[in-house]
């Protein structure tokens, strides 16, 4: 038998349920029982009798030595890694678990700008100096790309001494840089890289998608089962490989950032998910990589349209790209992607996966069938109809704001006294909040930074294009929150 045939959690679970024990611990509900009638028959009884918790039978994700820990080893061997350990609380989780588990107070973590927040919130909490480097943008489509090899190896070389480097691979639109090539560049200094595998989770199962973090060599990866994997919303892994990283040292850290009452409807989830990616991945994700081709060639050929597609790939930031992503261009219908997504809500009851000013994402996963791709298709049709021939909105052109001075950690910003001030004054004074363009979604400033004149003539000027920025507590941006300034006092 094939041990990934095997799915010891689910298993282990259902079979403690069948047994129908008479149940003194939590969850109160004990099987239903206890529950709101309206909202038990919704969920369903088999739902309700494996919404357990961690008594002895059962395993703890807190210290697996049973049925959590053959999962999780099924798990580190189907997806390529030394240990995987799962996560009840999202990527983020993950992630935080990531940067924590290499990062002291003071230590430097190269990252690229346009990074999720967790990253952001776990430099916080572990009291480490981001070195951020620019991602690359796409003037086409007014996004960024991932980071080359190029800008992390000067950031190596000015930082030699940083603790890790966090690679986004794939990005929210499915394109990835040579992964392969900054492993080997961090591993030259001896420097462990973490990779933000967020959207990456079906792409170690087939051979035409993008290198996986494991494949390539990278020493953790955080992995969203939850989004393309097939698993429940809010579980995930964290997979670990080699030896610059301390498992041991990951499962505290982890253990740490965990709640105690781990869901075991979202365990057995991500049980069964490795179990059928293992199995059927492969060609599951040879049917969504053909229903996804076919769905981007006949966007392209509605007028007003143009979905991304291989002719991006061949630059240093666009090393390949996973074409179950639809990033789809919208500005020359004269609408923007915000206005696309509203119109095939309100006409066509399509919900996409995001919009900025100029696109729509749809993803393409093994849940699709040519059915929904028509219709999309059908949707997109008439919009087109609709639409083109309008004037194509003005474009305003996407660059990147300068990356200011961090002049305090950003621990340090985060735990300051504040005040606020009007922005238009604020050149000079270190900003204690974050501030964002979107898109591309990158950070203008965050806290600990300095904030320059040049900062401030940038949040204007998008404001003025009609660019969301966003972050600050005063969403007008009349004021912005800052570190108190003491002066000495007079004796
Ligand atoms: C690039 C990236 N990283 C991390 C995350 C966090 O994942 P999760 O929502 O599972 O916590 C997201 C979520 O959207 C993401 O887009």
Redesign the pocket.
């Known amino acids: 038998m094939n041990p990934q045939e095997r799915t010891p959690l689910f298993t282990g679970v259902v079979e403690h349920a069948k047994q129908n024990p008479v149940q003194f611990h939590i969850p109160g509900h004990k099987k239903g029982q206890g529950m709101d009638p309206e909202f038990r028959q919704f969920i369903g009884e088999n739902a309700l009798s494996i919404d357990l918790i961690n008594i002895g039978p059962l395993d703890d994700l807190h210290a697996p030595h049973g049925m959590i820990k053959e999962a999780q080893s099924l798990a580190a061997q189907a997806f390529g890694a030394d240990h995987t350990f799962f996560s009840v609380q ?3 989780g993950a ?1 935080m678990t990531m940067v924590i588990s290499v990062c002291q107070p003071g230590d430097k973590i190269i990252v690229p700008r346009n990074v ?1 927040k ?1 990253v952001l919130s776990a430099i916080i909490f572990a009291g480490a100096v981001p070195v951020f480097i620019h991602p690359v943008m796409d003037t086409t489509f007014g996004i960024a790309h991932g980071i080359t090899t190029s800008a992390v190896r000067t950031a190596l070389e000015k930082h030699p001494d940083a603790k890790a480097v966090l690679v ?1 691979n794939p990005t ?1 639109f499915g394109v990835v840089a040579n992964l392969r090539e900054i492993v080997e560049l961090a591993h030259s200094y001896n420097i462990p890289v973490l990779v ?1 595998e ?2 990456g989770a079906h792409i170690h199962f087939h051979p035409d998608l993008p290198e996986s973090a494991m494949e390539a060599g990278a020493d953790m990866s955080a992995t ?1 089962l ?2 393309l994997g097939g698993s429940m919303t809010q579980s ?1 892994i964290l997979n670990v490989k080699g030896n610059l990283v301390s498992p041991t040292r990951v499962q505290a850290v982890i253990s740490m950032l965990t709640t105690t009452s781990t869901s075991y409807i979202l365990l057995a989830s991500l049980d069964t998910a490795r179990r059928q990616l293992a199995l059927h991945g492969k060609e599951m994700l040879a049917q969504t990589i053909r229903l996804a081709n076919q769905a981007r060639n006949q966007i392209n050929q509605i007028p007003g349209l143009y979905c991304m597609g291989q002719e991006i790939v061949g630059s240093e930031a666009t090393y390949a790209l996973d074409p179950t992503k639809l990033t789809i261009h919208v500005s020359e219908l004269g609408l923007s992607g915000y206005q696309v997504e509203k119109w095939l809500r309100e006409k066509y009851q399509i919900e996409v996966e995001m919009s900025d000013l100029y696109n729509i994402l749809c993803i393409i996963t093994f849940g699709d069938r040519e059915k929904e791709i028509q219709l999309l298709i059908s949707a997109l049709q008439k919009l087109s109809q609709e639409h083109y021939n309008n004037q194509s909105i003005t474009k305003v052109p996407i660059y990147l704001p300068e990356i200011p001075v961090l002049s305090l950690l950003p621990r340090t910003a985060f735990y300051s006294e504040v005040e606020r001030v009007p922005l238009k004054e604020a050149a000079g004074r270190t900003i204690a909040e974050f501030i964002m363009v979107y898109p591309p979604g990158i950070p203008i400033l965050m806290p600990g930074e300095i904030i320059t004149q040049e900062n401030i003539r940038y949040i204007y000027e998008n404001v003025e294009s009609g660019l969301p920025v966003l972050g600050p507590e005063d969403t007008t941006l009349e004021y912005v929150k800052v570190i108190i300034k003491h002066s000495a006092i007079q004796g």
């Open positions: 999202g990527t983020s992630i999720h967790s986004i929210y933000d967020a959207h969203s939850h989004k995930s």
